[in-house]
């Protein structure tokens, strides 16, 4: 066997030796910390408390599979991974399904932007609109797809791009037909809308709520309607009426 071969021969016996010390090393590591990342509305508690019993397993000893599945069984989360980190740590990351509305007939139920119904997250949710006239059934989990659903998740898929949008909007009403009423925050002003042309629609909402809404605080407009092309038409309070 010539020098060279015995160089390479050593070099490969190095590298395998290496390998198995590497590998015997990461089997000995030992998992004693759990870190959630990604999650807004469901508490870390919740995705702790269920895997606290295989801490003080091997590290890298778990198959999350099954894990993965059981916890995005929970109605806010979409997505679940968990991953392990050196030298001791389980991450949990997590996507979450994010409310876009709230139902002012049941309180306690949230749309998001598919149309699936949730439960009041675990943690507080500010700022998000309401709408009413949605109707049953409320079983969380469902993902609505009638009529009334798909006329108002357009609009919810709109504001829910843009806080500055959602901000001008308190509540949206669902009426026969089905018809769209936009509720202002300034003022509680209806403004009709179609389900269609929401882009169009909101320039000239926005264009009203910053030109009259603004100036007049909220106050001398009874109703504004959306829904003719390139047309804003404003229905005025008495005078003297708020």
Request: net charge positive; charged share 25%; glycine share 8%.
């Amino acid at each position: 066997m010539s020098s060279r071969e015995i160089r390479v021969l050593f070099f490969c016996l190095l590298l395998i030796g290496l390998g198995v010390g590497l590998w015997q090393w990461r089997e000995r590591l030992i998992a004693s910390r759990l870190v959630v990342k990604g999650n807004r509305l469901v508490a870390d508690s919740t995705l702790i408390r269920p895997l606290l019993s295989e801490l003080g397993s091997p590290l890298y000893g778990v198959d999350w599979t099954v894990w993965e599945r059981r916890l995005a069984r929970h109605p806010y989360i979409r997505a679940v991974r968990i991953r392990s980190r050196l030298p001791d740590t389980w991450v949990v990351s997590v996507e979450e399904r994010m409310p876009v509305a709230r139902l002012s007939e049941r309180p306690d139920r949230f749309l998001d932007e598919e149309g699936r119904l949730l439960p009041e997250p675990e943690r507080p949710l500010a700022g998000v609109l309401w709408v009413r006239g949605l109707g049953p059934p409320y079983t969380i989990g469902l993902v609505r797809t009638d009529t009334a659903m798909r006329a108002i998740l357009p609009w919810l898929r709109w504001l829910r791009q843009d806080p500055r949008r959602s901000a001008l909007v308190a509540e949206i009403v669902i009426r026969p037909g089905p018809e769209l009423v936009l509720y202002t925050t300034l003022g509680y002003v209806p403004v009709r809308v179609e389900p269609v042309r929401v882009e169009e629609q909101w320039v000239a909402f926005e264009a009203f709520y910053r030109q009259v809404l603004l100036p007049r605080r909220g106050q001398g407009v009874q109703e504004v309607d959306l829904r003719y092309r390139g047309q804003v038409i404003t229905k005025e309070n008495p005078k003297g009426s708020g």
